[in-house]
Each structure stands twice: as C-alpha cells, then as structure tokens.
C-alpha cells in the first residue's frame, strides 16, 4: 500500500460527515422552535426515556445532558444561531474522547413547510459504536422534531384546540 493510500485510509478513520434532509409541514418559525425544544428540555433517548438536555440558545450557550446535581455531559457550545434559519454547534458532542464536531442546522422555507438541511461533521477519534449508531441516533432526534413541529402547526391552526 502506497503512502498516499495509508494516509487516505487514516483520514477516514479520523472522520465523520453525515447529512440529513429533513421535510416538515410547518412554518419556518415553529420548526425552528421546536427544533430548540426537542434538543433541549424535551430531549428523549432513542427508547423514548428522557434524556435532559440543557441549551442556551445564544452565541456561546452550552449545550449538554443535565444529570442534576452538578453532574451531566458537555456536548457543545452554540457556534451560531440566526432566529429561525440557522442553528450551528461546535464541540464533542456525545463523544468523550478526544474529536471536535461541527453541527449545523440550516432551515429554509419550502412549498407547504420548512427544509431543515442537517450536517454533521467531526474530526478526531471516532470509535466505531459512534460511528455506527450516530446515523440512526440523529433520524430519530430529526423524526421527533418533525412528528412535534407538524403536530403544533396543526394545533396552531386549529386556533389553539385539541383536534
């Protein structure tokens, strides 16, 4: 194996790009709350337990799970917020080991909704569990932000009552 083929293969190792598209029938302004909501207070494992997550929703805000007293895990910091089209962090995320993550949420209106374009980037050591489950781990976190922005566009519209 050449050296540039050595040097292509441990690039990989150390990398992670997942992309995401995700299409919701809400308005621009409830998607992108409740994408706060649903990564913050109302955070779920992928079981449906919860999983208290703590986001300040400013430049700089941290983002991480609350274990309360004191005790919880730093996931990141808030890289960039733009009220309602873009959410970016930047931190481990839920990797304890030594990796740095990009995490962008970009929101656009789209005909009957909202597009939430979704990229992950990370760069470090990524176990293989990480890489394996994060695909899957960040479907179920986009398919509850769209399942709970859809079902408030629709209470919304209802003028506020339970259809």
């Not at 992309?19 to 779920?44: D, H, N, R």
């Not at 960040?138 to 339970?162: C, D, L, P, Q, Y």
Request: charged share 20%.
């Amino acid at each position: 194996m050449s050296s540039t083929a050595t040097a292509m293969v441990a690039l990989d190792s150390l990398t992670l790009n997942i992309v995401q598209e995700i299409y919701v029938q809400a308005s621009l302004e409830v998607t992108f709350e409740t994408l706060l909501e649903q990564l913050g207070p109302a955070s779920e494992m992928g079981n449906g337990s919860p999983m208290p997550m703590k986001l300040e929703a400013w430049p700089g805000g941290r983002w991480f799970r609350d274990l309360g007293d004191g005790n919880g895990h730093f996931w990141g910091h808030v890289q960039a917020i733009k009220r309602p089209t873009l959410l970016e962090f930047t931190g481990p995320m839920f990797m304890s080991y030594p990796v740095s993550s990009n995490v962008q949420y970009r929101l656009s209106e789209t005909d009957g909704g909202t597009l939430i374009k979704f990229h992950h980037t990370a760069l470090g050591l990524i176990l293989d569990e990480h890489r394996k489950g994060v695909t899957g781990g960040w479907g179920t976190i986009h398919e509850r932000v769209r399942k709970a922005a859809e079902a408030e566009a629709s209470f919304r519209a209802g003028g506020g009552k339970k259809q």
